[in-house]
């Protein structure tokens, strides 16, 4: 397949370790969000040291950062943006994510060395505003995910050259038009233009008729479920070829709010396939039954191409649940701390779920590749031998009967 440039892999990263996750497992690029002016409010975000170390991390190994400033703004969020961006200078962040144009105007003011990529919030719809933000010394658009990659591919030939397009190819959807839904703002008071998303539209939703003030209806289609609002995830995997084809300069992939495992799963399973496909696409097609079940190791809910091969229609949508698929389960990734124990090498581990002495789990590691093994012993920060790790966030040491790296990440089936 013939390409003049290898897309860029975008991975969120909701926190400093995740950050490190995520460049560890083959991100060109990493987007994280502040303490304000961000969408997900309800991340654990960065705070300015955070960001600095995050930064000097990424950057030893070639990959970028991003910083998300994509509120829409009232008159009162402007001065405080102002102070924002005064804090990040001297930071290094490689772009600024943006939606509001008065945020853009403060940025451009405060931070003119940075460059500025306009969030999909803006509604970036056709070839008209990718030129307008291009004139206004925007960098790089995000799509809106209401596009076909038809309507991409055009735009792209379009536009002023050296202006790029960014796309989501992986992740949750909303209901709502390139996510700006008052559903939440209204029914809670938490805007979701502000950071504060409720996530209503995942709600089980009934009817209640005027006449008959506490009588409720059930909302259903044919008899599938209430979950009317409830979108599927997006998935690209299997589309590599026409992403690339579509001339898309950066392939991003949403979830700042989600786990190390997630981000570590996903990243490397498109970063495999991008550079597999670039390298022969018959090697790429010959592996996505492989590419399939790897993103699949990580909680999902069921998948959807979107609008990239024309609008959606009812299959789009899960009708009977609201719940994620849960097949695989990350227990920890192992660290640096490596004592010897009971005459073993033992890895040091903070639980992120239980696991216990006689487990079987499989070791992932940025590499690609994957290992099985076995819990051959295990102990606590005192040396004492015990069987299981049943407490939230407990520093312990394992025997896995391998050698382990910084950053390789356990994991095991529990269906």
Known sequence: METTKKP??????????VLKVAVMYGADAVYIGGEAFSLRAKAHNFSIEDMREGIEFAHERGVKVYVTANILAHNEDLE????????????????????DPGIFRVAREVLPEVDVHISTQANNTNSGTYAFWHDMGAKRVVSARELSLDEIAQIKKSIPE?????????????ISYSGRCLLSAFLTGRSANMGECTHPCRWKYALMEESRPGQYMPVMENDRGTYIFNSKDLCMIEHIPEMIGAGIDSFKVEGRMKSALYVASVCRTYRMAIDDCLEDPEKYRSRLSFYKDEISKCTYREYTTGFFFGKPDESAQIYDSNTYVKEWVYLGMASTDVKVLGGKTCYGFIQKNKFSVGDRVEIMKPSGENIQAEVLGMWDEDGNEIDACPHSKQHF???????????????CNRT
């Open 397 to 411: 040491y394992a025997d896995l009967g391998t050698e382990l790296e910084s950053f390789d990440i356990i994991r």
């Open 162 to 174: 050296g202006m790029e397009i960014e796309t989501f190819i992986h992740g949750a959807m909303c």
């Open 8 to 17: 860029e892999l975008l991975m969120p990263a909701g926190s400093l370790p």
């Open 80 to 99: 405080a943006a102002r102070e924002y961006f005064m804090q990040l200078k001297g930071l290094g962040v490689d772009a600024l994510i943006i939606s």
